[in-house]
């Protein structure tokens, strides 16, 4: 690599680092203050949960998206779902749905012509 | 029981590695993705390792690889990434509450990724205070140190992986939706979350499906906060 892009990259390094930083310590130090928790503005709380959301909604698309894998997709979350509303844990729900999604597609892809 | 010895720092990091684990579903074929497409982009197997180590931002670094490989000029190539990556701004305001005061912050928040935040955005709620940081420096050291693992080896004998383990890179992803399901769920509480959530995941999927999975979580998640504030619920109305 160039010096150029040497200094690009971290500069892009560093912005990203900023940015994790930078509103962590800010909002630590609000809630240190005597405003407390209260500092903390309730658009930020609500968008904390729509970003795990957006992530989710994000991380559907199949890596390979054909018919086969949008239906083994589709019966593996429901198996995930199922799972987490017996269990309410996080580990078995996982385990569930990506052995579910695994045998679905080497069985129903050995089955597709 | 030896009530400090269950919040020893070493117990409750092997905590947050073995909590972190189904996100190397998600982190491995796509670091292992990037170290190839790194190579094959003219870097080198040690280049790639640094980019991985030092932006560790996956979108973000495909694009840095793609756009220099384009010969794009270097300051909009900073620009794009540093643009694409803007979206972790509200991440650290949202976890740090949970968290104690610590000076580590500097280096470890580096560790807050999309999946590491919503992993502790759910887990840190529900542990001791004792434990956080712990349980946060595990999760977030595994993840880095895969990701960055995993470029070497894609940079170094990508093809060859992929070639012989093809599953790999298809059906290990799925622990990652499965993963943020179970994060998602137990957050549909009334219609308003509900509808919040479930307008969020459509347009990310939808914006995912177009080609736009760059802008995708901030414009979803920006898309559910405007249904949140917006579409009016009323409360049941009580009976006399």
């Known amino acids: 690599m160039s010096s150029a892009l040497w200094i690009a990259m971290v500069i892009s390094a560093l912005g990203t680092l900023l940015m994790r930083v930078v509103p962590f310590l800010w909002m630590q130090r609000r809630i240190g203050s005597e405003e407390g928790l209260n500092a903390m503005p309730q658009w930020l709380a609500v968008l904390g949960p729509l970003m795990i959301a957006a992530v989710f909604g994000v991380s559907i698309v199949p890596v390979e998206p054909s018919p086969l894998s949008w239906l083994a997709t589709a019966i593996g979350l429901g198996v995930a779902l199922l799972v987490w509303r017996r269990t309410r844990s996080m580990g078995w729900p996982v385990a569930a749905a990506v052995a579910t999604y695994g045998v679905l597609m080497l069985g129903l892809g050995a089955l597709a012509p | ?240």
């Open chain 2, 1 to 240: 029981m030896n009530p400090a010895a269950d919040h020893s720092p070493w117990r409750s990091a092997m905590q947050g590695v073995r909590e972190s684990i189904p996100l190397l579903g998600g982190y491995v074929p796509v670091s292992l993705s990037f170290g190839l497409v790194a190579m094959q982009a003219g870097f080198s197997t040690w280049e790639a390792a640094v980019i991985s180590v030092l932006i560790y931002a996956g979108a973000s670094q495909f694009l840095f690889v793609g756009m220099v490989a384009a010969g794009s000029p270097l300051w909009l190539v900073v620009c794009m990434t540093l643009l694409i990556n803007v979206r972790h701004v509200v991440y650290g305001p949202n976890i740090a509450a949970w968290l104690p005061q610590s000076r580590h912050w500097y280096w470890l928040m580096h560790g807050l990724t999309d999946q590491v935040f919503a992993l502790a955005h759910t887990r840190l709620p529900q542990l001791a205070a004792e434990v956080r940081f712990s349980w946060f420096a595990g999760s977030a050291l595994l993840a880095w140190g895969v990701w960055v693992v995993g470029t070497v080896i894609g940079a170094t004998a990508g093809e060859a992986v992929t070639a012989r383990w093809p599953l790999l890179g298809e059906v290990m992803p799925f622990a990652l939706p499965a993963l943020f399901l179970t994060m998602v769920a137990p957050r549909v509480t009334d219609k308003r979350w509900a509808l919040a959530l479930g307008s969020t995941i459509a347009a990310a999927l939808l914006l995912t499906l177009y080609g736009l999975s760059n802008v995708a979580i901030p414009l979803a998640a920006a898309c559910g906060a405007l249904y949140f504030y917006l579409v009016p619920f009323q409360p049941k109305k009580r009976t006399a």
